[in-house]
C-alpha cells in the first residue's frame, strides 16, 4: 500500500492545492513529488517534496552551472571547438544525437543543444570535457549535495539495453514491474546509482539560481537565458503560457519517468519555482494526460502563490 502524501503548504489554501494536485496524479495512476516555491515571498506548497528521484535529463540543468562556472572562471573556453562522430556518440531523438554524420560544436554551442532541446550527445560531450565526478564534487562544495550526479546520459539507455536488449517496449514493462514491487533492474531508474535529487533540492537550486547565491553571477544569468531557450511546452509550460509571462525549465523522461523543472516570472514581478517529477502506472511511450496534468499543477500552483 503507498503511503499518504507529505504535505507542504503554508497555510490552509495552499496545503488545499497541494491536496488537490496530489488527488489528481493519482486518479491518473501517477506517482511523485511536487513543489512550487514563491522566490520573493517564500510561500511554497507541495506533497513528499523530499523524495530522491532518478532525474534523467532533468540533471542537465546542475551540469550546465557547473560548466558555466568553470567557463566564468577561465577554465574552459565557450569557443573550444568539439567534434561528435555518431558513430560512438551518444543515442537520443533530438539535437546532435539524431545526426548520422559528424560535426564540430563549439562548447557553448553544447550548452544550447543541451538545454534547448535536450541533446545527449551534447551533455555526454560536456562530461567529457567535466567529469561526472568534478560535477558531483562541485555540487557537494556547493551545498547541493542532495543532487547527485553519478553517471552519463548514455548510461541510461545502456543499462536499459542490459535489461532488455533493444526492446524498448519491454524495458517499459520492467521499470513498471519495478516500480509496483520496489526493485530496480534497470540501475538507472534507483535513485542510490542514478543521477538522483528531490523536487525540494532542485527548487532550492533554482531559487539560489535565479537569485545569484550559488556559483558567480555570470554562471547563473546564463544558465536562466539557456533555460529560457527551451523549446518543450508540453508539460508545465503549457497552462504557463501567456504574453506576460516567461516560463525557463528544463523537461526529464525515460521510461516511465516524465519531469520539469523551472521558474515562471510575471510582468507584475512574481517570480515561482516549480519541480514537478513523476512516474506514470502504464505501459505508454506517451501520455499527453500526464504531461497535461504537470501543466495544471503549474499554473494552480503559480495562481495560488502569486502575490
Same mark, same amino acid.
Given at each position: 500500500?503507498?503511503?499518504?502524501?507529505?504535505?507542504?503548504?503554508?497555510?490552509?489554501?495552499?496545503l488545499?492545492?497541494? /491536496?488537490?494536485? =496530489?488527488?489528481?496524479?493519482?486518479?491518473?495512476?501517477?506517482?511523485?513529488?511536487?513543489?512550487?516555491?514563491?522566490?520573493?515571498?517564500?510561500?511554497?506548497?507541495?506533497?513528499?517534496?523530499?523524495?530522491?528521484?532518478?532525474?534523467?535529463?532533468? =540533471?542537465?540543468?546542475p551540469?550546465?552551472?557547473?560548466?558555466?562556472?568553470?567557463?566564468?572562471?577561465?577554465?574552459?573556453d565557450?569557443?573550444?571547438?568539439?567534434?561528435?562522430?555518431?558513430?560512438?556518440?551518444?543515442?537520443?531523438?533530438?539535437?546532435?544525437?539524431?545526426?548520422?554524420?559528424?560535426?564540430?560544436?563549439?562548447?557553448?554551442?553544447?550548452?544550447?543543444?543541451?538545454?534547448?532541446?535536450?541533446?545527449?550527445?551534447?551533455?555526454?560531450?560536456?562530461?567529457?570535457?567535466?567529469?561526472?565526478?568534478?560535477?558531483?564534487?562541485?555540487?557537494?562544495?556547493?551545498?547541493?549535495?542532495?543532487?547527485?550526479?553519478?553517471?552519463?546520459?548514455?548510461?541510461?539507455?545502456?543499462?536499459?539495453?542490459?535489461?532488455?536488449?533493444?526492446?524498448?517496449?519491454?524495458?517499459?514493462?520492467?521499470?513498471?514491474?519495478?516500480?509496483?514491487?520496489?526493485?530496480?533492474?534497470? /540501475?538507472?531508474?534507483?535513485?542510490?546509482?542514478?543521477?538522483?535529487?528531490?523536487?525540494?533540492a532542485?527548487?532550492? &537550486?533554482?531559487?539560489?539560481?535565479?537569485?545569484?547565491?550559488?556559483?558567480?553571477?555570470?554562471?547563473?544569468?546564463?544558465?536562466?537565458?539557456?533555460?529560457?531557450?527551451?523549446?518543450?511546452?508540453h508539460?508545465?509550460?503549457?497552462? &504557463?503560457?501567456?504574453?506576460?509571462?516567461?516560463?525557463?525549465?528544463?523537461?526529464?523522461?525515460?521510461?516511465?519517468?516524465?519531469?520539469?523543472?523551472?521558474?515562471?516570472?510575471? /510582468?507584475?514581478?512574481?517570480?515561482?519555482?516549480?519541480? =514537478?517529477?513523476?512516474?506514470?502506472?502504464?505501459?505508454?511511450?506517451?501520455?499527453?494526460?500526464?504531461?497535461?496534468?504537470?501543466?495544471?499543477a503549474?499554473?494552480?500552483?503559480?495562481?495560488?502563490?502569486?502575490?
Amino acid at each position: 500500500m503507498r503511503a499518504a502524501p507529505v504535505y507542504v503548504g503554508d497555510g490552509g489554501a495552499l496545503l488545499a492545492v497541494a /491536496e488537490a494536485i =496530489a488527488t489528481d496524479w493519482a486518479a491518473l495512476g501517477v506517482r511523485g513529488s511536487f513543489l512550487a516555491r514563491n522566490l520573493d515571498t517564500g510561500d511554497q506548497l507541495g506533497f513528499d517534496a523530499d523524495e530522491l528521484m532518478p532525474l534523467a535529463s532533468v =540533471a542537465k540543468v546542475p551540469l550546465a552551472l557547473v560548466v558555466l562556472d568553470r567557463i566564468a572562471a577561465g577554465d574552459l573556453d565557450p569557443a573550444r571547438p568539439v567534434t561528435i562522430d555518431p558513430a560512438s556518440s551518444s543515442v537520443g531523438p533530438t539535437g546532435l544525437a539524431a545526426f548520422r554524420y559528424p560535426a564540430t560544436v563549439a562548447v557553448g554551442d553544447l550548452l544550447v543543444q543541451m538545454l534547448s532541446v535536450s541533446d545527449n550527445a551534447a551533455a555526454d560531450s560536456l562530461l567529457d570535457l567535466v567529469p561526472v565526478a568534478d560535477v558531483d564534487a562541485r555540487l557537494r562544495a556547493w551545498g547541493c549535495g542532495e543532487i547527485r550526479m553519478r553517471h552519463r546520459m548514455n548510461h541510461m539507455y545502456e543499462c536499459a539495453a542490459g535489461a532488455a536488449g533493444n526492446d524498448f517496449s519491454l524495458a517499459l514493462e520492467l521499470a513498471l514491474r519495478d516500480e509496483r514491487a520496489d526493485r530496480h533492474t534497470i /540501475e538507472t531508474l534507483d535513485p542510490a546509482y542514478a543521477n538522483a535529487g528531490s523536487a525540494a533540492a532542485l527548487v532550492e &537550486l533554482l531559487r539560489r539560481v535565479w537569485c545569484d547565491e550559488v556559483a558567480v553571477p555570470a554562471a547563473t544569468a546564463e544558465l536562466r537565458r539557456l533555460m529560457g531557450l527551451q523549446v518543450f511546452t508540453h508539460r508545465l509550460a503549457s497552462e &504557463l503560457r501567456a504574453d506576460s509571462l516567461r516560463w525557463s525549465g528544463k523537461t526529464g523522461s525515460f521510461l516511465h519517468v516524465r519531469h520539469e523543472i523551472g521558474v515562471v516570472e510575471a /510582468e507584475s514581478g512574481d517570480r515561482v519555482a516549480i519541480a =514537478a517529477l513523476t512516474r506514470a502506472d502504464r505501459c505508454a511511450g506517451l501520455a499527453p494526460d500526464v504531461d497535461l496534468a504537470i501543466g495544471v499543477a503549474g499554473r494552480e500552483a503559480f495562481e495560488a502563490l502569486r502575490t
